[in-house]
C-alpha cells in the first residue's frame, strides 16, 4: 500500500468518526511525500471539512514556496502604489493591505495619506481613523485611572 493509499483510507475511515490523533499526525507527516497530484487530490476531497487540519497541511506543503510571500510583497510597497491597489477591490489583497496600511497609521508613516483613503473606504475604516484622531487628541482612554466614589443607596 503506498502512503497516498494509506491516507485515503485513514479519510474514508475517519469520515464518520473522530480522528485518533495519532493516526492524523502520523497521516500529515507524510504529506511532504506525496506527489503535486495526490496532494491535489487529498485537498479536494469531499470528506475533508474546509477546517480540517489535514487538509490545511495539504494546502501548506503545496504552496509553501508562496506561503508568505504575498505579505512580504505588501510590507515592501511604497505608500501611494498600496493606496492604488487599496483602491482596487478586485485585487484580492484588500484586507492585508488594510492590515498594512493600520499599522504603518499606528507607526506614524503617511498618516496623511492613510486617513485620506480610510475616509473615503468603508463605514469601517472610517469609524477607525476617527477612534485614531481621538486617541491622538486625548488620550487612550484605557491608560486613565478613573476613581469612582461610593455612594450609599438608601
Known amino acids: 500500500m503506498t502512503d497516498y493509499e494509506y491516507i485515503i483510507q485513514q479519510v474514508k475511515k475517519f469520515h464518520f468518526t473522530k480522528w485518533d490523533e495519532n493516526v492524523l499526525r502520523e497521516c500529515q507527516s507524510i504529506l511532504p511525500n506525496l506527489t503535486r497530484e495526490e496532494l491535489v487530490s487529498i ?3 469531499r470528506l475533508l471539512d474546509e477546517k ?3 487538509k490545511q497541511t495539504a494546502f501548506k506543503v503545496l504552496f509553501a514556496d508562496k ?7 505588501i510590507r515592501n510597497l511604497p505608500i ?6 487599496f483602491k482596487d477591490k478586485k485585487s484580492g489583497n484588500v484586507a492585508l493591505i488594510r492590515k498594512e496600511l493600520r499599522e504603518r497609521y499606528k507607526a506614524g508613516k503617511d498618516k496623511q495619506k492613510i486617513a485620506g483613503i480610510f475616509n473615503v473606504s468603508t463605514k469601517s475604516d472610517l469609524q477607525w481613523v476617527k477612534n485614531q484622531v481621538r486617541k491622538e487628541q486625548y488620550g487612550d482612554s484605557n491608560s486613565h485611572n478613573y476613581q469612582w466614589k461610593k455612594t450609599s443607596w438608601k
Request: aromatic share 6%; proline share 0%; glycine share 6%.
Open 80 to 85: 501611494d502604489e498600496l493606496i492604488e491597489e
Open 67 to 73: 506561503v508568505g510571500k504575498r505579505e512580504e510583497r
Open 52 to 54: 480540517h487540519s489535514l
Open 43 to 45: 485537498y479536494r476531497s
